[in-house]
């Protein structure tokens, strides 16, 4: 425990929790976001896992580091463990977007009384995007690592004063790192369009059954999406 630092994408995902909030930090497996939590942005955590062997883990590492007084551990399934009105933000990350999406749908009295939703999902990140305006809230910010070779996308969250509507590319790419010219989505993005490139290539040689015209339709139209976002980052270098 001591001397552990967390991985280069879950500190981003902790500092993009607000100093000194009450955070729930759902899926918290061994505690590392809790105590950076506790211990550098002065929060109150509640870390909450649904799993006995890791709480245990949590429960040593956080006596270790000395913050039994500002880290509870909880055993609940997601949000269920908490009572409305005891936290201002959630953190969950490391899951998909769609469970994320389901977490936060079952605790609707919880989250109705968020200030931040602070979110790093694995997958379906358009989806969840997509679930973030429909609940009234708003990605306020969004950031982006590269971790051991893979992306990894984070946003912070906040109540909305207005419905809001991106447009598709905005859900899929995430309209704040466009706006901010995100140097990582850049990787990402050309990295994305080489390899749709080599699938619509192995496609067209393939049988050109009405399926695998649909798959290439559905691949040019990302493509083009791509594309226009790409020429974005262009006349920000002119």
């Known amino acids: 425990m001591r001397g552990f630092r967390l991985s280069d994408r879950m500190e981003a995902v902790a500092e993009m929790v607000p100093f000194g909030v009450r955070v729930a930090d759902v899926g918290c497996d061994h505690a590392y976001v809790s105590i950076y939590l506790a211990d550098h ?8 896992d649904l799993r006995d062997g890791p709480l245990a883990i949590a429960m040593e590492n956080i ?15 997601g949000l269920k463990g908490i009572e409305a009105g005891d936290i201002d933000a959630v953190v969950i990350a ?28 694995q997958s379906e990140i358009s989806e ?11 990605m306020v910010d969004e950031d982006m690592v590269w971790d051991d070779g893979k992306p990894y996308f984070m946003m912070r969250c906040e109540k909305a ?57 559905t691949i040019e139209q990302e493509e083009m999406g791509i594309k226009d976002v790409l020429s974005r980052f262009a006349k920000e270098e002119d």
């Not at 913050?67 to 399934?77: H, P, T, Y």
């Not at 969840?128 to 708003?138: A, K, Q």
Request: hydrophobic share 35%; with cysteine.
């Open 94 to 121: 490391g899951m998909g977007g769609l469970l994320i999406r389901d977490i936060l749908d079952s605790s609707k009295n919880i989250v109705d009384d968020l200030k931040y939703l602070i979110l790093q999902p």
């Open 41 to 48: 942005k002065g929060c109150t955590v509640y870390a909450t």
């Open 128 to 138: 969840l995007r997509r679930f973030i305006h429909s609940i009234g809230f708003d």
């Open 161 to 217: 004063s207005k419905i809001l509507c991106w447009s598709d590319i905005e859900y899929s790419y995430g309209k704040r790192l466009i706006e901010k010219k995100h140097p990582g989505l850049l990787v990402y993005l050309k990295r994305r369009l080489d390899t749709l490139k080599e699938i619509e290539k192995n496609l067209k040689n393939s049988c050109m059954s009405e399926k695998v015209k649909e798959r290439i339709a």
């Open 63 to 77: 006596k270790e580091a000395g913050l039994e007084e500002k880290i509870d551990i909880i055993k609940s399934d």
